[in-house]
């Protein structure tokens, strides 16, 4: 079995609603992700030929997904009053909704499923929310 890792990170905000400590507020952080993908046979093609897949190709999409959220305020849809949203997205923020909290497992799943859809066979992706802490998502 072949495995391939690569990562990115992005800088955005969020908070957690109905969270009982600091992490109730608007805060912000670098995200690291880590995609490891695995496959048992190698290319045969030209170009790829003994490789499972191109890393440029890897890295470009993993970035393409971690670009959506960079330097973006990220919300948990309805958590948020709508006038505050309102008043957000009249100051022209980038702010991504999701239907989930945005917490770090969440967000492991979340480009585990981004990452599936563009045809990679994922092993498992790494979320680390802060240096010391990660959350993983396998399946
Ligand atoms: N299992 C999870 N627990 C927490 C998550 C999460 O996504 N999954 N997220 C948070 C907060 O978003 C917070 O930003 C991270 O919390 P914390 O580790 O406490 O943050 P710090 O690194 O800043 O902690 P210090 O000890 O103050 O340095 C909370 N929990
Ligand atoms: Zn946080």
């Given at each position: 079995?072949?495995?391939?890792?690569t990562?990115?990170?992005f800088?955005?905000?969020?908070?957690?609603s109905?969270y009982?400590g600091?992490c109730?507020n608007?805060?912000g952080h670098?995200?690291?992700?880590?995609v490891?993908?695995?496959?048992k046979?190698?290319?045969?093609?030209?170009?790829?030929?003994?490789m499972?897949?191109d890393?440029?190709d890897?890295?470009?999409?993993?970035?393409?997904?971690?670009d959506?959220?960079?330097?973006?305020?990220?919300?948990?849809?309805?958590?948020l009053k709508?006038t505050t949203?309102t008043?957000l997205?009249?100051?022209n923020?980038k702010?991504?909704e999701?239907?989930?909290?945005?917490?770090?497992?969440?967000?492991?799943?979340?480009?585990?499923?981004?990452?599936?859809?563009?045809?990679?066979?994922?092993?498992?992706?790494?979320?680390?929310e802060?240096p010391k802490?990660?959350?993983?998502?396998?399946?």
């Open positions: 079995m072949y495995l391939l890792k990562e990115q990170t800088d955005s905000a969020h908070f957690l109905d009982q600091k109730r608007l805060h670098q995200w690291r992700v880590i490891e993908i695995c496959g046979t190698l290319s045969t093609d030209t170009q790829t030929r003994d499972l897949v890393f440029g890897l890295k470009h999409d993993l970035k393409t997904e971690t959506f959220f960079d330097h973006a305020l990220i919300i948990e849809k309805g958590s709508p949203l008043a997205q009249e100051e923020f702010i991504v999701l239907p989930f909290r945005p917490t770090a497992e969440r967000m492991a799943s979340y480009f585990y499923t981004k990452m599936k859809s563009h045809g990679y066979t994922l092993r498992r992706v790494t979320v680390y802060t802490n990660c959350a993983i998502y396998e399946e």
